[in-house]
């Protein structure tokens, strides 16, 4: 497997959202938590593809945790400044096909509940999430499927801002054959009904979507664990 591992501690979990003190709590988690609860080896997306087909997506490389230089696009980088970076988690996925590569991340921010809603609110407001000069970066492992998965490789995407936890999600997708994409497109588009492009029809706009709403789940389910009180 390509990548490090942070000495074998990361963050995980699956659900809704934490309870009290769950937001402080899922700030703590990128290095309080085995990797493998973050980012599972295999992912089960039931229901997550095209027309509602499953999806299995097997983990090929853990990124070290790290800050967010290079991370993002350099617009992104400076709207996300305003959260800070604590630290950054990543790894890449295939496909049970290895036709398709995505990169998923966890931004832990340094920002409290007020800063965190300011700017999912903004990301809302301007569709932030939607503009192709505002993507995030993948990780692309030498020796994996992902080897040739650059910027120019980038098909789809998708990014949550948290406001229940100090965290922005996101996904990006791509072909495993490395070949460049002229106009990506966001997953929300890309797997509304009608859509034409090349990657909504590869269902790559799912792939960013089903991946990064899991993982998303895992952190609120871990966050929500972590606060539990022993009975």
């Not at 659900?15 to 609860?37: I, R």
């Not at 790894?91 to 920002?111: C, E, H, I, P, R």
């Amino acid at each position: 497997m390509g990548g490090a591992v942070t000495g074998d501690w990361l963050t995980g979990g699956g659900g809704d959202e934490p309870p009290v003190n769950g937001f402080a709590t899922a700030g703590t988690l990128w290095h309080s938590v085995p990797v493998d609860q973050l980012f599972p080896p295999a992912v089960q997306g039931t229901g997550a593809g095209p027309g509602g087909a499953d999806r299995t997506w097997t983990r090929i490389a853990v990124a070290p945790d790290s800050g967010c230089a290079h991370a993002f696009d350099p617009l992104l980088h400076k709207i996300l400044a305003q959260v800070g970076c604590r630290r950054l988690l990543r790894a890449t996925y295939t496909d049970a096909t290895q036709s398709y590569v995505t990169t998923v991340g966890l931004l832990f921010t340094k920002a409290d509940p007020a800063a965190m809603t300011a700017l999912a609110t903004r990301f809302r407001n301007e569709h932030l999430d939607r503009r192709s000069d505002l993507m995030p970066r993948p990780y692309a492992a030498k020796g994996t499927a992902a080897a040739g998965f650059g910027d120019d490789q980038r098909a789809s995407w998708t990014i949550s801002v948290l406001t229940d936890a100090p965290v922005v999600a996101y996904a990006v997708s791509g072909w495993a054959d490395g070949r460049s994409v002229d106009s990506p497109q966001p997953a929300a588009d890309a797997i509304s009904s009608g859509a034409t492009t090349a990657p909504a029809q590869a269902g790559l706009g799912n792939e960013a979507q089903g991946l990064a709403d899991r993982i998303e789940r895992r952190l609120r389910q871990t966050a929500g664990s972590a606060t539990e009180t022993p009975s």
